[in-house]
């Protein structure tokens, strides 16, 4: 059985926001390369990246986590691929800011779910930082919508339930199981949903380098540690915690390639990271 602090679970989701948040600088230097291609290598190198971390946590005992998964392991499988691609599709459809604040909804979605599926109750603590982080959210992305934006719009919010499908199908899993075998392979299955879209695997040299940062550094360790995370970090605080990407994906942008971020998008990013600061830090105090 698998022990873990309810600090240490916090701890580990925080981080994984920090490395979520490095996809938008590395989009940002694709050259070349469509939306699925990047997707197509990414998803494979994500999986080679968790089946890696995998190996050298269990060793021995690897080959048998993949052989004990049912049909829940499955559910994880197939809602964290989907959540890849909608993810990816929505920000190629409308702005960075317009997905962001779709995927703001993300800690409602999942505290419902985990109160339906796994009787998981939500805190006021919770519920009052999950206001102040949409708050945020709302001022970061303040000018409109236009309905060009509508498709992108869509596809986000269904990253936000195959997201939520995910956390909450971990919770449920539990913590004595050992998850990760799901998740590595959702990048397969991603990369197999992409291949009817392809027109070419080819790819030069440095956007397939992009691809590979994409798969390892963001998305590889970052869903390597929700994955950690969820096995003591309630439903609902899983997808707020995380929500640090929101507010630091334009700060790197700034910082490395000089995109200096409007007034609104400085504000509203401290309200996120002071909401979830305000979660963990009340969150590990109650406990």
């Not at 800690?107 to 519920?127: D, K, N, S």
């Not at 397939?208 to 439903?235: D, H, K, N, Y």
Request: charged share 10%; proline share 2%; aromatic share 10%.
């Amino acid at each position: 059985m698998i022990q873990q602090s309810y600090a240490r679970g916090v701890l580990y989701v925080i981080l994984a926001g920090v490395f979520l948040s490095t996809g938008g600088l590395i989009v940002r230097h694709v050259a070349d390369a469509d939306t699925w291609t990047i997707l197509f290598y990414r998803s494979l190198t994500f999986s080679v990246t968790v089946i890696a971390f995998l190996w050298f946590q269990e060793r021995g005992k690897t080959l048998g986590l993949y052989k004990k998964m049912r049909a829940l392991d499955l559910l994880v499988t197939v809602s964290l691929a989907l959540g890849f691609i909608f993810y990816l599709l929505s920000l190629f459809n409308t702005s960075v800011a317009n997905t962001v604040l779709v995927l703001s909804t993300g800690p409602f979605v999942a505290a419902l779910l985990g109160w339906i599926v796994l009787g998981e109750r939500v805190t006021m603590v919770t519920v009052i930082a999950m206001i102040v982080a949409i708050a945020g959210v709302l001022v970061m992305v303040s000018g409109g919508v236009s309905s060009a934006d509508i498709l992108g719009i869509a596809y986000a919010f269904m990253a936000v339930l195959a997201f939520a499908v995910m956390i909450v199908t971990l919770r449920k899993l539990g913590p004595e199981r050992n998850t990760l075998s799901a998740v590595s392979l959702a990048g397969v299955m991603a990369s197999l949903m992409c291949l009817p879209f392809i027109a070419t695997l080819q790819i030069s040299a440095h956007d397939l380098l992009m691809a590979i940062f994409l798969g390892s550094l963001q998305v590889g360790l970052g869903f390597i540690l929700i994955t950690l995370g969820s096995r003591s970090v309630p439903s609902a605080q899983v997808p707020l915690l995380a929500l640090g990407e929101t507010a630091l994906a334009p700060l790197w942008v700034w910082l490395v390639i000089n995109e200096t971020p409007a007034r609104n998008t400085l504000i509203g990013g401290a309200l996120v990271l002071a909401a979830v600061l305000f979660q963990g830090a009340l969150g590990l105090r109650s406990r």
